[in-house]
């Protein structure tokens, strides 16, 4: 168990919806870091947060934003939905603003269908 | 573009050997490199890493070696248990910074 935990597991949702997915990082981390799989590719950096601000940026599309909360837990908004969304969703949050001598912990991640 | 390689979609090894994976990168930015273990259903997991200004780290049964000329890290497991049979990533990144970019992953079965 990774400490960091993101809801739901599994979403199945159509075309044009929108949908928002959780991740509660670990207990004292400040970076959550939200990353994309999709079939057979590698994960994909979409955005970072720490303390409340957004500090890096990826290829993430408009569609998409994210916000960290002041509690640090994170969401992740996708918008007007499309079949290439259809991927897993990593979160993973670190102690500190870089991963140097610090590990990044990731969650099980959520799997999203669109249909 | 993939900046990340890893042109071995699986690998196969008989317990008690080495495991060698693989793991290219075109970006000669990148400084630190790591490679992460992910078991189905479960989100990946740190294994090991690795900065440019070192060839090679050692951590138990794991080592990875960097070869910056040659643009090629490689992950060692010797000796090889059914435990370690996963998905292995190699990420990289910039100045120990924030952003990973990982390659697709090599499918790693270790059979007794």
């Known amino acids: 168990d990774s400490g960091v935990t993101q809801t739901p597991k599994h979403l199945i949702t159509a075309t044009g919806q929108r949908v928002t997915l959780r991740c509660s990082p670990r207990s004292g981390d400040l970076s959550v870091y939200w990353y994309q799989q999709s079939l057979d590719q590698g994960l994909q950096f979409l955005i970072q947060y720490y303390n409340g601000e957004e500090r890096a940026k990826g290829n993430i599309l408009e569609r998409f934003s994210a916000q960290q909360f002041p509690d640090l837990h994170s969401e992740l908004n996708l918008s007007s939905l499309e079949l290439g969304d259809s991927a897993l969703y990593f979160c993973a949050s670190s102690a500190n603003l870089d991963i140097q001598n610090t590990e990044a912990f990731f969650g099980q991640g959520t799997r999203l269908t669109v249909v | 573009d993939q900046q990340v390689k890893q042109n071995s979609p699986s690998l196969s090894v008989q317990e008690g050997r080495i495991s060698i994976l693989n793991c290219d990168y075109t970006n000669s930015m990148f400084d630190y490199f790591l490679w992460y273990k992910k078991y189905p259903a479960e989100g990946p997991t740190f294994l090991i890493s690795?900065?440019?200004?070192?060839d090679k780290n050692e951590d138990g049964r794991f080592t990875v070696f960097l070869n910056k000329s040659a643009k090629h890290l490689s992950l060692h497991i010797v000796p090889s248990q059914p435990g370690d049979s996963a998905v292995y990533f190699c990420?990289?990144?910039?100045?120990?910074?924030?952003?990973?970019?990982f390659g697709a992953g090599t499918i790693l079965r270790v059979k007794s």
């Open positions: 990420a990289a990144s910039v100045g120990y910074g924030n952003k990973l970019v």
């Open positions: 690795i900065s440019s200004i070192k």
